[in-house]
């Protein structure tokens, strides 16, 4: 075995650890609970005063219930119909999802909404979505007609323009041959490489498309997706939120924000129902 090669497997596993140590692992508890938490109910119909059904996007080595166990029955107890997927799933690889291209991702969005709206009898749903599922949405909405179908896009902690992830991937490139090795084990990593081709694809042109409002809530405190403001979105009908913005003493990093931050909860909604939004603060933890 050459040298280099060696040499790239504890980087490529220091890579993996990063993320999967920042991710919540999956149970076969976890896994029966959305049909029992009122989420992903296809007979739900949406009401007057939420007309639209909320279609939940995991992050990366996420999952469709891990990742929404306390979000999906807050939104349900409010009187949405909520519904969740999985996407990016790779052959073999059980419970941990989003490594798949995120181009393929795109399609599984697509083909899901379609899904939703068939069931619910709506022309329309919001997107509210977690690190990758914050920003493959917009691929969607791009490139695949989603914006015909989509009122709002709500990122929990995005990568829009790709992280270092602290620097380790810069790492690669000392490394021949690692940055396709990753990209053709786990294209779903590579894709959120800052200046990968894929980001260089979404993003020209600008960051969004008319018709759809857009709305990404980051912390100063995330890990993952580095530098945190690589999440914020440029354009019109943008609303760009730093959470100690909000609540100054909001420790929440990246999984935190999804996984259990009421404040980011609060103004996620504020984000959905924006004619009924009520001012985001310390104490929404407790509305």
């Given amino acids: ?25 999956a149970t076969a508890n976890a896994a029966a609970a959305a049909p029992t938490s009122g989420w992903n109910n296809y007979s739900c119909k949406p009401s007057a005063a939420h007309p639209r059904p909320v279609v939940l ?10 990742n929404w166990l306390a979000f999906a029955p807050y939104l349900v107890k409010r009187g949405y119909c909520v519904f969740s997927l999985d996407y990016g799933q790779l052959p073999g690889v059980p419970f941990f999802h989003g490594l798949g291209p995120i181009d393929k991702s795109a399609e599984q969005l697509d083909a899901y909404v379609d899904d939703v709206l068939a069931a619910t009898g709506s022309d329309e749903v919001d997107i509210v979505g ?20 989509v009122n ?21 490139k000392y490394f021949p041959g690692a940055a396709d090795l990753l990209k053709s084990t786990t294209p779903g990593l590579a894709d959120q490489m800052t200046g990968s081709a894929f980001l260089t694809k979404l993003n020209a042109g600008g960051d969004t ?18 530098p945190y403001t690589s999440g914020y ?3 019109p009908d943008v609303k760009n939120v730093k959470l100690q913005d909000l609540c100054a003493v909001d420790l929440s990093e990246h999984v935190a924000i999804a ?12 984000a959905l129902d924006p004619a009924h939004a009520r001012p985001t603060n310390c104490g929404s933890v407790f509305e």
């Fill in 1 to 25: 075995m050459l040298p280099w090669k060696r040499a790239l497997r504890p980087l490529a596993a220091l890579l993996l650890a990063a993320a999967i140590g920042l991710t919540p692992a």
């Fill in 57 to 66: 996007v995991h992050g990366t080595f996420g999952n469709s219930v891990d």
């Fill in 130 to 149: 977690h690190s990758q599922g914050g920003m493959m949405p917009r691929y969607y909405l791009k490139f695949l007609g989603g914006a015909d179908k």
């Fill in 152 to 172: 709002a896009l709500v990122a929990f902690a995005p990568d829009n323009h790709g992280t270092t992830l602290n620097g380790l991937t810069g790492l690669l």
């Fill in 209 to 226: 498309v008319p018709g759809v409002r857009y709305t990404v809530i980051a912390t100063k405190y995330d890990e993952v997706v580095t």
């Fill in 233 to 235: 979105l440029n354009g």
């Fill in 259 to 270: 996984l259990w931050d009421r404040i980011a909860y609060h103004e996620a909604v504020n």
